[in-house]
């Protein structure tokens, strides 16, 4: 079946611009990570979503940042006033239940460069 | 908070090399997963294996093989007779089972496996 999508690929802003990334996860799978990772680094967790529980946000790194996810299922971040530092690789994952017994499977991420 | 330390930033082998790849990790928790992820140049991360608290029993699939010691709070990986495709950078990952919203990725090791 098919995976976890994200769009764009790529994104190039000028600072201060508001730009949104979007996640298509994986079918049934209930549960909707966002990580970020910046050149060279490991992966920073952002937000996760369980069903309609509310979100986990403890961490996003400003309130710049806002995800939402709509009937469960598509997830946007939304990053306003882009900031150089916010420069990195996103990626968004997808498990099937909210348990940490349960693998997370990856989008293929997108590239945002802050210029 | 769990805590995972892949102390090996970048290692380089030539082909049909063995490598193994180390994994340390910290948590109060007596029931946790440990992951592994596989992310070639193309960017996108790959599950490899999970692991609970519970199973001590190593796993070999093909030229993979992991071996976990709790006694040592280690999870190492190694891959046999390592093939170019193999580069890539690898992260292991730890989630509790009280608090497993939040999965804790190691920095990663690049490996570079050379013709």
């Known amino acids: 079946g098919a995976g976890v999508s994200q769009s764009p690929s790529n994104k190039v802003t000028e600072k201060g611009k508001d730009v949104e990334l979007r996640c298509d996860p994986i079918?049934?799978?209930?549960?909707l990570y966002w990580y970020r990772q910046s050149l060279g680094q490991g992966l920073e967790f952002l937000i996760y979503?369980?069903?309609?529980?509310?979100?986990?946000k403890s961490g996003l790194p400003s309130d710049r940042f806002s995800a939402e996810r709509t009937g469960g299922s598509v997830s946007t971040l939304t990053i306003q006033r882009t900031q150089q530092e916010d420069s990195a690789v996103y990626l968004c994952a997808s498990s099937l239940v909210l348990a940490g017994s349960y693998e997370q499977y990856f989008g293929p991420g997108t590239r945002l460069t802050v210029t | 908070a769990q805590k995972v330390t892949q102390a090996q930033t970048e290692i380089s082998v030539v082909e049909k090399e063995d490598v193994t790849l180390d994994c340390v990790y910290e948590?109060?928790?007596?029931?946790?997963?440990l992951f592994w992820y596989k992310q070639p140049p193309s960017g996108e991360l790959v599950f490899l294996i999970r692991?609970?608290?519970?199973?001590?029993q190593n796993e070999i699939s093909g030229r993979y093989s992991w071996n976990f010691q709790k006694s040592t709070s280690s999870f190492n990986f190694t891959i046999t007779a390592s093939q170019v495709v193999d580069s890539a950078v690898y992260f292991c990952a730890l989630s509790e089972a009280d608090n497993n919203n939040d999965m804790r990725f190691g920095a990663g090791t690049r490996l570079t496996v050379k013709p």
């Open positions: 948590t109060r928790d007596t029931t946790y997963y």
């Open positions: 979503f369980q069903g309609n529980s509310a979100p986990d």
């Open positions: 079918s049934g799978h209930t549960a």
């Open positions: 692991r609970n608290s519970f199973d001590e």
